[in-house]
């Protein structure tokens, strides 16, 4: 007797951050490169699943943070490592989304935010190692997504720019 295939379902959500810093005179000084980020536990739970769930406790994105560690984000997260709290947190004025044109090409949201150093650094500079995604509210302890990267100095001329994707695909076999 021939064994059934059983047929398969998957989705995945993931993540993408691109950092840039700019001189005033939009020279870029150092670039990430696009790096994958991680969802730790609380924030797939937070942001899809009560999403999804229609629940009273889900999250939806607002805020874009950086952060000075190079640290790891873990998979029990609910915060940067390093956060610098409010002084290095954008409200996301700009998301674009796009479409898929078939069932494994996947879905993106695009998140943008420009961080003026002059309104963020004090006279001594900062060090920059880690960006992530928080809820709608300034609230602490809301982290949907994040990872790091190596470190850099930002000087109180700069400016940074960044680019943040989620991806979401969904397959079948």
């Known amino acids: 007797m021939k064994k059934r295939k059983v047929p398969k379902a998957g989705m995945a959500i993931d993540g993408f951050y691109r950092v840039n810093i700019t001189d005033p005179d939009g020279t870029v000084k150092g670039d990430t490169g696009w790096k994958h980020n991680l969802i730790p536990s609380a924030g ?93 509210t300034a609230a602490a302890n809301s982290i949907m997504c994040g990872g790091s990267f190596t470190a850099s100095t930002l000087g109180n001329s700069q400016a940074i720019n960044c680019s943040y994707d989620l991806v979401f695909t969904a397959s079948t076999s």
């Open 44 to 136: 797939l739970t937070n942001y899809i699943t009560y999403l999804f769930a229609g629940s009273a406790g889900s999250s939806r994105v607002g805020f874009m943070q950086l952060g000075s560690s190079a640290s790891s984000l873990a998979s029990s997260a609910s915060i940067l490592p390093g956060e610098y709290g409010r002084s290095l947190m954008a409200s996301l004025g700009s998301s674009q989304v796009t479409t898929r044109a078939n069932s494994t090409a996947g879905d993106t949201v695009r998140f943008l935010a420009t961080f003026v150093s002059n309104s963020i650094v004090s006279a001594t500079n900062q060090t920059i190692a880690c960006i992530g995604l928080y809820a709608g």
